[in-house]
């Protein structure tokens, strides 16, 4: 394992001990804080509600900067639309529909379920706007300017000049590749910058969770664990129902085969909760073990690592019903399908990094009207999660490899399934 694993594995046991002594004291403070009011007001809405919004902050000022350049640099990074061809606009098209489908799926099941209805205290606290009519969304997407789009956060308006100012990108020839190696390194550097901040996500989510469960009592964290459950089971039927069936359907291989190989990608993306690091291996397995060519690995893999996100969409979608339930706000059609367009698109410029899905829920919710500050309350669980979520992003990149290669000519079978 590489150092940086080794450390991704370490900050996950360090937030796994803030989130069970975050859990702890928030039930002490919430049996004994009627009895001491004072730690009511210093200890719940004094240090830890100050710890909590300062690593939400924190989190917070890596939205834009992070949507922008990793957008931007994954447009950019596809080349220039007319070298495309067919291998790219079939990836492509498996990537948004897989995609879509998981998000889908994940929506239907939270709406199903409904993890976050009943807890009227926070129902009590928030007013809803009123969402604007579908039309008007559509006609907003394009910013009159770009730099007020991002000042305000308009998710929507940010994407839609990231995917323009990448296009460009492809096409300005040199002058675009000077400029697409300048995005490409501060899209480096701003990783870097969600490194820094998730050095503090033991002590912030310990903070987080400590003071949902102090102020909202143990209902909380039992409508916590139905969401944790309920994303896991949406996980568990991508990966295990969705995907297979369509590598049986449209490629005629045989899924079980797939399912037993992907098992050692799977060790690397849940230890590290990070596409990007699972790279090397998912695009060594896809090669070697399932028989994919080189030319469609080569291309297919890196970009789903940066594009297609099927475990996070299904995340964000039953994050935002979940919010939804928890406010008592009934989210309309026309809210549902925007919660489809707009975490397909914030799933591509989700980075392939721990946590950066969890960032990206901001511009979803924000698109829905939901409060943004919401996302406290499931950041608490979200690095399990996240380990699980990224185990199905990359298996949904090396199934569309497979299918692309299959339909491509370009899968060895006797590899795919020999030992
Ligand atoms: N950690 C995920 C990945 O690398 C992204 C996310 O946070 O959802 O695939």
Redesign the pocket.
């Known amino acids: 394992m590489s150092e940086s694993s080794k450390a991704a594995v370490r900050l996950t046991h360090h937030i796994l001990i803030g989130l069970v002594l975050g859990a702890l004291v928030g039930a002490l403070l919430n049996q004994l804080s009627p009895a001491l009011p004072w730690l009511q007001t210093y200890v719940t809405a004094g240090i830890l509600k100050l710890i909590a919004d300062l690593f939400r902050n924190g989190l917070m000022l890596l939205v834009v900067p992070l949507v922008f350049f990793s957008l931007t640099s994954g447009v950019a990074s596809l080349g220039s639309p007319s070298q495309l061809g067919r291998l790219g606009l079939k990836t492509i098209g498996l990537y948004i529909l897989t995609t879509v489908m998981a998000v889908t799926m994940a929506l239907a099941l939270a709406v199903w379920i409904q993890p976050g209805s009943g807890l009227a205290e926070l129902a009590a606290t928030f007013e809803p706007p009123v969402a604007p009519p579908l039309t008007d969304v559509i006609s907003n997407m394009v910013p009159r300017n770009p730099v007020q789009a991002m000042a305000e956060m308009q998710m929507l308006q940010i994407i839609v000049f990231a995917v323009l100012l990448g296009l460009a990108i492809t096409m300005a020839k040199d002058a675009g590749q000077r400029a697409a190696g300048m995005i490409e390194d501060w899209n480096t550097v701003v990783l870097q910058l969600v490194t820094i901040v998730m050095k503090f996500a033991p002590i912030g989510v310990f903070a987080l969770l400590a003071r949902a469960v102090a102020e909202f009592g143990f209902d909380t964290l039992k409508k916590l664990a139905v969401y944790f459950v309920l994303v896991l089971v949406a996980l568990a039927i991508h990966l295990f129902v969705i995907l297979p069936t369509l590598l049986k359907l449209v490629a005629r291989l045989n899924p079980l085969i797939w399912l037993r190989k992907m098992s050692e990608v799977w060790l690397f993306?849940f230890s590290t909760?990070?596409?990007?690091?699972?790279l090397p291996v998912n695009l060594r397995v896809c090669e070697e073990r399932l028989g994919v060519s080189k030319r469609v690995s080569a291309f297919s893999i890196p970009l789903g690592?940066t594009i297609n996100?099927d475990?996070?969409v299904i995340?964000q979608g039953i994050a935002t019903v979940f919010i939804a339930q928890l406010y008592a706000v009934d989210l309309t059609l026309a809210q549902l399908l925007t919660v489809v367009a707009m975490a397909t698109l914030a799933a591509v410029g989700?980075?392939?990094?721990?946590?950066?899905?969890?960032?990206?829920l901001a511009s979803v919710l924000a698109q829905v009207g939901l409060p943004v500050e919401a996302i406290g309350i499931i950041l608490s669980v979200d690095r399990l999660l996240?380990m699980a979520?990224?185990l199905v992003?990359?298996s949904g990149d090396a199934a569309v490899a497979c299918i692309v290669a299959q339909s491509e000519g370009e899968l060895d079978l006797a590899v795919y399934n020999g030992e």
């Open positions: 993306a909760s990070s596409s990007n690091a699972t690592a996100m475990g996070t995340m989700t980075a392939g990094v721990p946590s950066a899905g969890m960032i990206m996240d979520r990224t992003n990359t």
